[in-house]
C-alpha cells in the first residue's frame, strides 16, 4: 500500500506543494489526481469523483479540468511555442482561430518572446514557461506541476516558480506541486511532506 | 558464476533483456521485425540447401537414366534402341527421347514400369497436365502411363519416352542401349534447360541472402536510441560485452525463435511433400529434400545463431554523447547531389537514344537507372521538408493538429521520410526492371513476335527428313482443308522455288505453271512474305506446278487466314512421317528460344520479388519503430486532452501517405526509366506488365493502411500505458 488515509483539500486560488523522498509516491499522487491510477476512496476534481468515471468521460473531464507541468516539459522540439501551446488547445476541441489567439496572448502574458521559434532552440527557462502556457490554455481548474523546476539552473529555477505560484490568482485554479527543491516548495500556500504513505502538512508553510 | 538466489548470473541477465524487450516502446514492431528477419534468414539459408539437393537429385537421376550404349545394334548385349530429341508445348521445350526394344528382355528406363507399344508414349505427369490444350495426350499416339519421380530430374519436369510405330523405327539413326544407369548424367531432359547452378547461387546470396541481412540489420536495430542509452549505462556499470551480449540476446530470443520456428514449419513442409516454387514452375522434390535433411532442418538453426549473433554487433559499446543537443551528421552530400537525380531521369530515359551502338546504350541505361537511385533518396529528402513545410502551414491554417505535427516533424527530419519513401520507390522500380529485364527480347525475337502476330499458324512448315514423297497417310491425317507445297532451295544460287498441286499453290495465289515461274514479290501473300524473309535466303523465289512435290521443307497452308491445328499437324507428322520430325510456325522457333530465355529469367523475378517483399519490411519496421518514438512526444499532450485521434491523423500523414506517395512516384519512375526498354530505341521488345505493377501498387496500398493502423495502434497503446514519472 503506498498512501494510507491521504487527505487532501485544494480550493481554487490556493497553491500546495508535496515535498517527499523519491520512491514516495508523488509521482503517483499526480497520477491519481489525472484518475490514471484509481485508489480506493475518491478523487474529486471540479466537483466530480475520478474514480467512478469511464475512460471517455475520466478523459474528457481530465481535458476540461486539468492541466499539468512536467520536469522536462514534455513539448515538441520541431513546433513553435505558439504551436505547442495551441496544440492543446485544438486536442481540447477550441476552435483553431481561439486556439492559436489565446496561445499567443498567453505567451506574451508569461513572457515567451520568442513563440515563433521551434522549441528545441528555446533555453530551459522559456520551454518550461510554454509548458506552464501549455496546461493553462484549456482554463483548467486544477494545475498539477510534477519538479517543474527539476531540469532548470538557479535563475531559471526562480523565475519559473514566481510566475507559476502566480498562477492560482491569476488564472483562478488550484495548483499542486509535486517537488524536491525547498525553495521552490516554500513558495506555496501550504507545504505537504509525503512519508510513509501519509501526507502530513509542514505548519506555517 | 551463481548469484545468492542460485540462478547463475547469464540466466538472469537473459531475464532481464526478455523483460526489456516486452516493455520496450517500439517492442512489438522490434518483435515482428525479429520474427520476420530470423525467418527471412532462415528461407535464405534453406534455399541454398535446397538448390544443392535439387541439383544433387537432378544429377542423380539422371545418371540412372542415362543409357549404357552398345558399339552397334548387332551388338550381342544390345537390348534397347535409343534417340533424344525436342518438341515443344507452349512455346516451351522440352526433351523426348524414342525407344524401341530389340530383345524381349529391353530394359526400361527408371519411371516407366512397362514397355509402352509402339505408337504409344509414357509422359510425365507435369507434361501430360501442361500439354492438354496442345493435345498431347494424342501427338506421339496413345498415352500408356506416366512417368514415376524416380525417373524425372524434378517431379515437375516435361519428358516423354516415345515408342514409334514399326515402320517407322529407323535403326541406322538410333543408338543401342544395353541397360540404364551410369556414373554420371548424360544431360538431357530438365539438366538442358535450366541455369547453371553458380547462377542461382548468386542470385540467392544477392537477392536473398543480402536483403535478408538488411531485415536482420534494420530489425536488430529498430528502437535503438533506449537500448544504446542501456549498453551504456551498462558499460559504466562495468559490465562487460559478455553482459551486453547475454542482455540483448534475451530480449531479442523470443521473436527470433519465433521466426525460426515459422522457418523451420517451411522447411519440414519441403521434407513432407513436393514444394511447388509459383513464378518460375518448378517443383522441388521431397526426395531430395529429404536427401539434404540436415541441412534443410539446420537453416533455421542457423538462421537463429545468425540473428542473434547480428543483434550483438549491431550494439557495440556507446561513448556517452558530449551534450544533449541532436548533432547533424559528420558525412554530408554535396547541396547540388539531390538536384543530380531528374538529370539522371533524362540520362537513363533519353541517353540510350544518342548512343551509337547498343552495348554503350546498355551502358548509358544502366548508369542513368543506378545513378537514378542513388540520387533519389536524397531529392526525395528535399521534397520531403518541402512537403513537410507545406503540411505544417496548411494544418495550422486549417486547425488539423495531425497534419501540424507530422508536418513541423517531417521537416525537421527528413531523412526518416526519405528512407521510407525512397526505400519503396527503389523496391518498385527494382520489381519493375526484374520484370522488364526477364522480358526483353532481342532484335529478332521481336520481329518473330510480329511475324507470328500477323500470320500466326495459317502457314505451318514440317521438316520431311527425306527427299521422298509425303505419305498418304500423313496428308489425309491433316485438318481439312489443309494444302501442302513443299520447298526447295537451289543451294549454289540461293534461289527458293515453292512446288506443288496446282490447288495448293492456287491457296496463296501463285500461278499453276509446269515450268517455275517467277514470283513478283509485291503484292505476295503475306504468309509467302513471312516465309520467303524467314525461311529462304531472299535470293528469288518461283512456282512451280507438279504432281511429285520435291524439297526438305513442307508447307502447309490453310484456307485464306485460316489458321492450322499445330498440335493435329504434329499428331500426323509422329504418326507416318517419323521421329523427331520438325513442325513450327514461320518464326515460331525463334520465339521459342526466346520464351526459354525468359523462362529463365523468371527465377531472376521470383528472387526479385523476395528480396523486394525483405527490403520493405525492413524499411516498414525501422520507420514504424522511428513514428513510434516520434509519437511520444505527443503522449502526455494526448492523454492529458483526452484526444487519441490525433495519433490517427499524425500516423496518416507520416506513414501512410509518404507510402502512398512513394508507390505512385515510384511507378511513375518506372514508367519513365522503363521507356528506352519498351520502346525499339534499346533493342525493344520488354513489356511493361500492368498486372504485375497493379498487383504491385494494390499491395503497397495494402501495405500503406497496415502500417498506418500499425503505427496509430502503437502509439494509443503507448498512451494507454503512460504515468507521469519524474520520480
Same mark, same amino acid.
Do not use: C, H
Given at each position: 500500500m503506498l498512501f494510507d488515509g491521504l487527505d487532501l483539500r485544494l480550493p481554487i486560488g490556493e497553491s500546495a506543494a508535496v515535498m517527499g523522498p523519491s520512491g514516495s509516491g508523488k509521482s503517483t499522487l499526480i497520477s491519481c489526481a489525472l484518475g490514471l491510477v484509481k485508489p480506493q476512496g475518491s478523487v474529486t476534481v471540479a466537483d466530480a469523483?475520478?474514480?467512478?468515471?469511464?475512460r471517455r468521460q475520466l478523459a474528457r473531464h481530465r481535458s476540461r479540468y486539468t492541466g499539468v507541468v512536467f520536469q522536462f516539459g514534455e513539448?515538441?522540439?520541431?513546433?513553435t511555442a505558439l504551436e505547442n501551446v495551441a496544440l492543446a488547445a485544438l486536442l481540447a476541441g477550441t476552435s483553431r482561430k481561439d486556439a492559436y489567439a489565446d496561445a499567443e496572448r498567453l505567451l506574451v502574458e508569461l513572457g515567451?518572446?520568442?513563440?515563433?521559434?521551434?522549441?528545441?532552440?528555446?533555453s530551459g527557462g522559456e520551454r518550461q514557461r510554454t509548458a506552464v502556457a501549455r496546461a493553462l490554455i484549456n482554463k483548467p481548474a486544477l494545475l498539477l506541476a510534477d519538479e517543474?523546476?527539476?531540469?532548470?539552473?538557479d535563475t531559471n529555477r526562480n523565475s519559473v516558480a514566481e510566475l507559476l505560484f502566480k498562477v492560482p490568482k491569476q488564472w483562478e485554479c488550484a495548483l499542486l506541486v509535486v517537488t524536491h527543491d525547498e525553495q521552490v516548495a516554500m513558495r506555496a500556500d501550504r507545504v505537504f511532506h509525503l512519508a510513509d504513505g501519509h501526507l502530513l502538512e509542514r505548519s506555517g508553510g | 558464476m551463481t548469484s545468492a538466489k542460485g540462478a547463475p548470473l547469464w540466466w538472469q541477465l537473459f531475464r532481464v533483456g526478455a523483460a526489456a524487450g516486452r516493455s520496450a516502446s517500439a517492442g512489438r514492431a522490434r518483435f515482428v521485425a525479429l520474427a520476420c528477419a530470423a525467418l527471412a534468414v532462415s528461407i535464405a539459408v534453406s534455399t541454398f540447401t535446397l538448390i544443392f539437393a535439387a541439383y544433387d537429385g537432378r544429377d542423380e537421376r539422371g545418371a540412372d537414366r542415362t543409357p549404357r550404349f552398345?558399339?552397334?545394334?548387332?551388338?550381342? *548385349? $544390345?537390348?534397347a534402341l535409343w534417340k533424344p530429341a525436342f518438341d515443344e508445348v507452349n512455346n516451351t521445350q522440352f526433351s523426348i527421347v524414342y525407344l524401341a526394344p530389340l530383345r524381349a528382355d529391353a530394359p526400361l528406363p527408371p519411371g516407366v514400369s512397362a514397355w509402352p507399344e509402339p505408337g504409344q508414349a509414357v509422359l510425365s505427369p507435369a507434361l501430360l497436365a501442361a500439354g492438354r490444350s496442345e493435345g498431347i495426350e494424342t501427338r506421339y499416339g496413345a498415352v500408356a502411363g506416366t512417368i514415376g519421380e524416380a525417373g524425372? $530430374?524434378? &517431379?515437375?519436369e516435361w519428358l516423354a519416352y516415345v515408342r514409334p510405330g514399326t515402320d517407322l523405327v529407323v535403326p541406322e539413326s538410333m543408338r543401342p542401349v544395353t541397360r540404364f544407369g551410369s556414373f554420371?548424367?548424360?544431360?538431357?531432359?530438365e539438366a538442358m534447360f535450366v541455369q547453371p547452378i553458380r547462377l542461382l547461387l548468386v542470385l540467392a546470396a544477392f537477392m536473398a541472402a543480402m536483403p535478408a541481412a538488411a531485415l536482420s540489420v534494420s530489425a536488430a536495430r529498430a528502437g535503438s536510441d533506449a537500448r544504446d542509452q542501456r549498453t551504456a549505462l551498462l558499460s559504466a556499470l562495468g559490465g562487460g560485452w559478455r553482459t551486453r551480449a547475454v542482455i540483448n540476446i534475451g530480449e531479442a530470443a523470443v521473436p527470433v525463435a519465433v521466426g525460426a520456428l515459422a522457418g523451420a514449419a517451411a522447411a519440414a513442409m519441403t521434407l513432407i511433400r513436393n514444394t511447388h516454387l509459383p513464378i518460375v514452375d518448378f517443383t522441388v522434390a521431397r526426395a531430395d529434400a529429404q536427401h539434404w535433411w540436415w541441412g534443410v532442418l539446420g537453416a533455421p538453426l542457423a538462421a537463429m545463431v545468425l540473428v542473434l549473433l547480428c543483434v550483438v554487433l549491431m550494439h557495440p559499446p556507446q561513448r556517452?554523447?558530449?551534450?544533449t543537443r541532436p548533432r547533424l551528421a559528420k558525412t554530408r552530400l554535396p547541396r547540388w547531389w539531390p538536384y543530380l537525380c531528374p538529370l539522371m531521369v533524362f540520362v537513363a530515359v533519353r541517353g540510350p537514344e544518342l548512343a551509337p551502338t547498343p552495348s554503350t546504350r546498355l551502358l548509358i541505361y544502366a548508369i542513368g537507372v543506378g545513378a537514378t537511385m542513388l540520387t533519389l533518396p536524397s531529392l526525395v529528402g528535399l521534397l520531403a521538408a518541402a512537403i513537410g513545410r507545406g503540411l505544417a502551414a496548411a494544418g495550422r491554417r486549417t486547425g488539423r493538429s495531425g497534419a501540424l505535427v507530422a508536418g513541423r516533424w517531417a521537416a525537421a527530419w527528413p531523412g526518416a521520410t526519405a528512407r521510407l519513401t525512397a526505400g519503396v520507390i527503389i523496391a518498385f522500380v527494382l520489381v519493375g526492371q526484374t520484370q522488364l529485364w526477364t522480358t526483353r527480347n532481342t532484335g529478332p525475337a521481336v520481329q518473330a513476335q510480329q511475324t507470328v502476330d500477323r500470320v500466326g499458324s495459317s502457314i505451318v512448315l514440317v521438316s520431311h527428313p527425306? *527427299?521422298? &514423297?509425303?505419305p498418304q497417310g500423313f496428308l489425309h491425317a491433316l485438318p481439312p482443308g489443309t494444302e501442302a507445297l513443299r520447298l526447295k532451295i537451289?543451294?549454289?544460287?540461293g534461289h527458293a522455288e515453292l512446288n506443288g498441286p496446282c490447288e495448293a499453290l492456287k491457296r496463296v495465289a501463285l500461278p499453276c505453271s509446269p515450268t517455275a515461274t517467277p514470283v513478283e514479290?509485291? #503484292?505476295?501473300d503475306p504468309r509467302l512474305g513471312e516465309l520467303y524473309s524467314?525461311?529462304?535466303? $531472299?535470293q528469288g523465289l518461283s512456282a512451280r506446278q507438279t504432281t511429285d512435290p520435291q524439297g526438305p521443307l513442307v508447307v502447309l497452308v490453310g484456307q485464306s487466314g485460316q489458321q492450322i491445328s499445330v498440335p493435329a499437324v504434329k499428331q500426323a507428322a509422329n504418326a507416318h512421317? #517419323?521421329?523427331s520430325v520438325t513442325v513450327d510456325t514461320v518464326a515460331g522457333s525463334w520465339l521459342t528460344s526466346a520464351s526459354m530465355q525468359q523462362h529463365l529469367g523468371r527465377w531472376t523475378l521470383l528472387f526479385g520479388i523476395f528480396a523486394v517483399i525483405v527490403i520493405v519490411i525492413a524499411i516498414v519496421v525501422s520507420n514504424l519503430a522511428e513514428f513510434v518514438r516520434f509519437s511520444r512526444q505527443i503522449t502526455a499532450l494526448s492523454v492529458l486532452s483526452g484526444n487519441r485521434t490525433i495519433y490517427l491523423s499524425t500516423s496518416f500523414f507520416a506513414l501512410f501517405m509518404p507510402l502512398l506517395g512513394a508507390s505512385l512516384i515510384g511507378l511513375t519512375a518506372h514508367y519513365w526509366l522503363a521507356t528506352p526498354m519498351t520502346?525499339?530505341?534499346?533493342s525493344g521488345g520488354s513489356e511493361l506488365s500492368w498486372p504485375l505493377l497493379a498487383f504491385v501498387l494494390a499491395a503497397a496500398t495494402a501495405l500503406a493502411f497496415l502500417v498506418w493502423l500499425w503505427g496509430a495502434y502503437g502509439a494509443v497503446r503507448q498512451a494507454h500505458n503512460w504515468r507521469p514519472a519524474a520520480d
Open positions: 469523483d475520478l474514480t467512478g468515471m469511464r513539448l515538441l522540439p520541431e513546433l515567451v518572446p520568442r513563440a515563433k521559434r521551434p522549441t528545441g532552440t528555446l517543474p523546476t527539476g531540469a532548470l539552473d | 552398345a558399339q552397334s545394334a548387332s551388338d550381342p *548385349e $544390345a537390348r524425372l $530430374a524434378s &517431379p515437375g554420371a548424367s548424360l544431360g538431357f531432359g556517452r554523447p558530449q551534450g527425306r *527427299e521422298t &514423297p509425303v537451289e543451294p549454289k544460287s514479290l509485291r #503484292g505476295i524467314w525461311d529462304t535466303p $531472299a512421317l #517419323g521421329m520502346s525499339n530505341t534499346y
